[in-house]
T-cell receptor, first 114, second 116 residues
């Protein structure tokens, strides 16, 4: 157990629907990162939050949004889902900004859009 | 933009042998970090080893070591005395040393199989 908790582990939904993925960071970690792993795009950075504020944005679609709450857990919202959104979504956390502290990844949420 | 290239999609090696995974990267930055992550069949992303670009000494973690050639922009991973549990996808990753933007740029991965 890495200490980063992602729920649910698996999610199957239909095209056009909306889902929410949840991430609880490791205790004491202030930064949360979201990544998408798909067969055709590989591992792609989506977005980073630090202590409730958005810090960096990557290749995140407009249909996707995220937030980090006061208790530091984060949610990734995916709407108007398409077949191509099927992927493994990872959350990672670190104690503060700065790569010296390293990342800890969760075990991911497998999203299947049918 | 930074790019990371792993030119070996798949590799296999006998148990107890040594294997080297290749990684090259392209960047105009001078301060950055390089990582190797392991993804076993469980899907968990596990940090194997980390290298700071400003350090000339190659990082080592038990059986894992890197050969960091900054001028050549090369960052290979050597696994000594390979074990069955080393079977996994291995990803090379790059991060600029920039507070407030710590995104990782990953390579496409190398699938390593350790043969009993």
């Amino acid at each position: 157990d890495s200490g980063v908790t992602q729920t649910p582990k698996h999610l199957i939904t239909a095209t056009g629907q909306r889902v929410t993925l949840r991430c609880s960071p490791r205790s004491g970690d202030l930064s949360v990162y979201w990544y998408q792993q798909s067969l055709d795009q590989g591992l792609q950075f989506l977005i980073q939050y630090y202590n409730g504020e958005e810090r960096a944005k990557g290749n995140i679609l407009e249909r996707f949004s995220a937030q980090q709450f006061p208790d530091l857990h984060s949610e990734l919202n995916l709407s108007s889902l398409e077949l191509g959104d099927s992927a493994l979504y990872f959350c990672a956390s670190s104690v503060a900004t700065g790569p010296n502290y390293g990342y800890t990844f969760g075990s991911g949420t497998r999203l299947t859009v049918v | 933009a930074q790019t990371v290239t792993q030119s070996q999609p798949e590799m296999s090696v006998q148990e107890a042998e040594t294997v080297t995974l290749s990684c090259t990267y392209d960047t105009s930055e001078n301060n950055y970090y390089l990582f190797w992550y392991k993804q076993p069949p469980s899907r968990q992303m596990i940090l194997v080893i980390r290298q700071e670009a400003y350090k000339q000494q190659n990082a080592t973690e038990n059986r894992f070591s890197v050969n960091f050639q900054k001028a050549a922009k090369s960052f290979s991973l050597k696994i000594s005395d390979s074990q069955l549990g080393d079977t996994a996808m291995y990803f090379c990753a790059f991060m600029i040393h920039s507070f407030g933007n710590e995104k990782l740029t990953f390579g496409t991965g190398t699938r390593l199989t350790i043969i009993p």
